[in-house]
Every structure is written in structure tokens, then in C-alpha cells.
């Protein structure tokens, strides 16, 4: 079974240029979480995508925005780059069960630097 | 508020040594979800186990234990007799059922080297 894919693995961005990386989910798993991580910040959560709608949102501001296809598949985008954009961004999939919380599981990350 | 505090920021043991990660968490939920992550250097977030906070059993898997404390709230993860393949940045992590079970909060990661 194929884990979850990421695209690109790497990324050089200009600043003020815009970005979008690509996810696609575990088959089978419909739910899509979008993560940072900074050296400074730690592991962020960004957003979550369920049937193609935002389910949750973390505290990040409207530059950052998501979408995901009926197919399951999910992109991020990043409009106005910033130097402190330069991050690992991860994208995790799991399995909605019924009534029970399902382990997310991580691509390999899209490293993003802004110069 | 929710918060996972991971105290050791980096550890060092020599090979076969066991080595214990501690975690600890705050929350206000009663539903609630605690994990463990492994991150080798290729960055990809490995997942290792998961509780629910109505399920106290420690657990044991191969070389890699956890013991689930609520009255202490913590999740310490313990490998027993190192090896230099466990030399990755190790992640404890919450989510609640409130704010989304989706939503995964992070401790600041644990790194462990593993001296041959």
C-alpha cells in the first residue's frame, strides 16, 4: 500500500512569489491534515481537510490556504512568501472510523525555503 | 488550553543502554488522544502508538514500551536496549475530541542518539 505523497520534496521560493504543494492521501483515507515545522516554532498544525471541506483551522494567517479534490487529494498554497515561510510543511492522511480517532500518517514533507 | 511538554531536549546513551522519553500533557477534555511520533532524518513523521484517554493499559511492542499515567498526566515512552537505528527526534502529541481529532498538538521533539 502507498504511504502518503508529497510533491515537490524541495522548494526555493523568492520572496513575495506564491507556492502550492501537493499531497495525495493513503488510499482509502479521506482526511487530510496540513503541518509546519520550523526549528523555532515546533510542529504547527495548519488545517484539515474532510470530503473536500475545511474541517479545522490552526492559527495561521489567511496566506495560507488549502483545498482538497474529490479524489482526496490536497494542495496547500502560500500567496505573499515570507523569510519565516521556510519550513518543512508535512501532510498526514488517516482513516475516519466511526466513532474512533484513526493515527495520522506523514509523508515525507515538501522543504520549502524563501529567499 | 492544551500543551505537550517534552522536557529532554536531546539524549545520549550508548548502545543496548534502555532509555525512557518523558511526555507531558495538559488538557481540559475528557476525550482525548495522546501519541508517539519518530522522526529520522529524512523528516517524515513515523507513527509508533496511540491511546485514548480512556484506556490506561501500558503497552508493549518489541523493544518499545509505554506507560499511560492520568493521574500524573503523562506518556512516557521507554526503549529497552538501544540501537543506533532508534537515533531519530521523537514527538509526543495530543489531540482532543473539542477542537478536532485531526488536530495534532505537539511536543517540541526529543532527540535521541544512540552511540554504537
Known amino acids: 500500500k502507498a504511504g502518503v505523497t508529497q510533491t515537490p520534496r524541495y522548494l526555493i521560493k523568492t520572496r513575495g512569489q506564491q507556492v502550492t504543494l501537493s499531497c495525495s492521501p493513503i488510499?482509502?483515507?479521506?482526511?487530510v491534515s496540513w503541518y509546519q515545522q520550523t526549528p523555532g516554532q515546533g510542529l504547527q498544525f495548519l488545517f484539515e481537510?474532510?470530503?473536500?471541506?475545511?474541517?479545522n483551522k490552526g492559527n495561521f494567517p489567511g496566506r495560507f490556504s488549502g483545498r482538497q479534490f474529490s479524489n482526496s487529494r490536497s494542495e496547500m498554497n502560500v500567496s505573499t512568501l515570507e523569510l519565516g515561510d521556510s519550513a518543512l510543511y508535512l501532510c498526514?492522511?488517516?482513516?475516519?472510523?466511526?466513532?474512533?480517532?484513526?493515527?495520522?500518517?506523514f509523508g515525507q514533507g515538501t522543504r520549502l525555503t524563501v529567499v | 488550553a492544551q500543551k505537550v511538554t517534552q522536557a529532554q531536549t536531546e539524549i545520549s546513551v550508548v548502545e543496548k543502554e534502555d532509555v525512557t522519553l518523558d511526555c507531558v500533557y495538559e488538557?481540559?477534555?475528557?476525550?482525548?488522544?495522546l501519541f508517539w511520533y519518530k522522526q529520522p532524518p529524512s523528516g517524515e513523521l513515523v507513527f509508533l502508538i496511540r491511546?485514548?484517554?480512556?484506556?490506561?493499559q501500558n503497552e508493549i511492542s518489541g523493544r518499545y514500551s509505554w506507560n499511560f499515567q492520568k493521574s500524573t498526566s503523562s506518556f512516557n515512552f521507554t526503549i529497552t536496549a538501544s540501537q543506533v537505528v532508534d537515533s531519530a527526534v521523537y514527538f509526543c502529541?495530543?489531540?482532543?475530541?473539542?477542537?478536532?481529532?485531526?488536530?495534532?498538538?505537539f511536543g517540541t521533539g526529543t532527540r535521541l542518539t544512540v552511540i554504537p
Open positions: 498526514a492522511s488517516s482513516l475516519m472510523r466511526q466513532g474512533a480517532m484513526a493515527e495520522a500518517f
Open positions: 488510499s482509502g483515507h479521506r482526511s
Open positions: 481537510y474532510f470530503s473536500e471541506t475545511q474541517r
Open positions: 488538557t481540559r477534555d475528557t476525550t482525548y488522544y
Open positions: 491511546r485514548n484517554s480512556f484506556d490506561e
Open positions: 502529541a495530543l489531540s482532543e475530541a473539542s477542537t478536532g481529532a485531526n488536530n495534532l498538538f
